[in-house]
């Protein structure tokens, strides 16, 4: 089960069970473990930033929802791209190409704020996920790729776990200083130059934060770029077109790639209306802030969840395992919407617990046997990804249209019901 690119390491490689190539390289597996934990706080700052954005430009749900509809088509439009650029210049090459990218995405967020431009702030979205998209067409193989072919489900979940870390701390810490800083006033009331004034000023507690991820990025790219020449005789299978594209004609791959685009959808579409769904009365009714401190209970499940899932896919068949916890999320998602107070805010929240293994395990079982495909593969589920743009703005129309919350979360729902049926059916090994 190789899920790498040929691949002649500088340090020592040895040959797994089937002649799948792997490394031993543990400096490297700490490196992409921090990848991981980088874009997956950057990617639920989203989370924390809609509730602000909606605020400041007096948006309704649909409208908030292109937060994550920009930030999403990154993966569309650069998916296929970065893997052509990864192919080219190497993986750690390509790692600082996206790191690089990130920052300045970051940076884009100081015109944003000074023109007061929805549109701007949506502009410095979509060049900073483009960053991470780069940044994850390299970090998932290598991972695979780093220790044991028949461990590369165990490794790539754990992996997963670092990434949920991320996006566990970056919207608690992100709620304090973002969501924290919103004034007496709302947009609502204004207009004119104090509307713009207004805007400006309440941005800046968004730029001061990306302006310390900027400076934190460039620290790394530095750091990777010492490590360029690490992966010494990096091969990769040349691909006419659009890389990649055939792969979705094998049945499982194909279908894997479809279960990405509708998990990421339902997990980013409960991620960024959780706060919105713990204000209301009939849940929680807390203030925004402490709304949004819980988005890390959300995100903190999938990380509690990776770590235990990292174990169990040793002794349980991971297809079977995504079966299971697709099931408990389409039920706490019916317990959630038909309840009210406590049981109602933690059961939707309990969600992230479920959601914990099912990128890596879809990742996983729709790659095995792509050998030197892996980067190819990778574009293509990084294309996937963008589920995470349509799946969250069909869910706010929705709300919008029905003036439900929970309506809408059915939905994310009927996601998770395809994906149960692919952990069906990718039960057994690939041939």
């Not at 990292?310 to 079977?320: D, E, I, Y």
């Not at 030197?372 to 589920?387: H, K, L, M, P």
Request: charge should be positive.
């Amino acid at each position: 089960m190789a899920l790498a690119p040929e691949i002649a390491p500088s340090g020592d490689a040895a040959v797994g069970k089937g002649g799948g190539t792997h490394i031993d390289a543990p400096e490297l597996r700490l490196f992409v473990m921090g990848l991981f934990f980088i874009f997956g706080g950057i990617t639920s700052l989203n989370d924390v930033i809609i509730p602000k954005l909606k605020e400041l430009f007096t948006l309704n749900y649909t409208q908030a929802m292109l937060v994550q509809f920009c930030f999403f088509t990154a993966y569309l439009v650069i998916g296929i791209p970065g893997a052509k650029l990864v192919k080219k210049i190497g993986y750690m090459r390509g790692a600082v190409a996206g790191l690089l990218t990130m920052m300045v995405g970051c940076l884009l967020f100081i015109p944003a704020s000074q023109y007061a431009v929805y549109g701007l702030f949506l502009f410095a979205l979509f060049v900073l996920a483009s960053g991470v998209v780069i940044v994850q067409v390299v970090s998932n193989p290598l991972i695979s790729m780093l220790g044991k072919p028949e461990t590369a489900h165990s490794r790539l979940t754990f992996a997963q776990a670092f990434n949920s870390l991320g996006t566990t701390i970056f919207p608690i810490v992100g709620s304090v200083l973002i969501l924290g800083s919103l004034a007496t006033l709302s947009a609502d009331q204004l207009s004119g130059a104090e509307l713009d004034a207004y805007r400006t000023a309440e941005s800046q507690a968004i730029v001061h934060g990306y302006l310390g991820i900027a400076v934190a990025l460039a620290v790394v790219a530095s750091a990777v770029w010492l490590f360029r020449n690490r992966l010494q005789g990096e091969r990769h299978e040349a691909s006419a077109g659009l890389a990649g594209l055939d792969l979705l004609k094998r049945p499982r791959f194909g279908f894997g790639a479809l279960c990405i685009f509708l998990y990421v959808g339902a997990e980013v579409s409960i991620g960024s209306l959780v706060v919105s769904y713990l204000m209301q009365p009939g849940v929680m009714a807390l203030p925004e802030q402490a709304a949004g401190k819980l988005i890390g209970i959300y995100w903190g499940g999938a990380m509690i969840g990776r770590f235990i899932g990292s174990g169990l896919m040793r002794l349980v068949s991971p297809g079977k395992l995504l079966a299971f916890v697709a099931v408990g999320a389409i039920s706490l998602i019916l317990i959630s919407t038909n309840t009210v107070g406590v049981v109602s805010g933690y059961s939707l929240l309990a969600i992230g617990l479920m959601n914990s293994i099912m990128f890596p395990t879809i990742f996983s079982l729709a790659s095995e046997k792509l050998g030197s495909r892996a980067a190819d593969g990778s574009g293509i589920i990084n294309v996937a990804i963008f589920g995470g743009a349509v799946v969250p703005l069909a869910t706010g129309a929705i709300a919008d249209l029905t003036g439900s919350l929970a309506t809408a979360l059915l939905l994310p729902a009927l996601c998770y019901a395809v994906i149960a049926g692919f952990g069906f059916y990718a039960r057994r090994p690939a041939a």
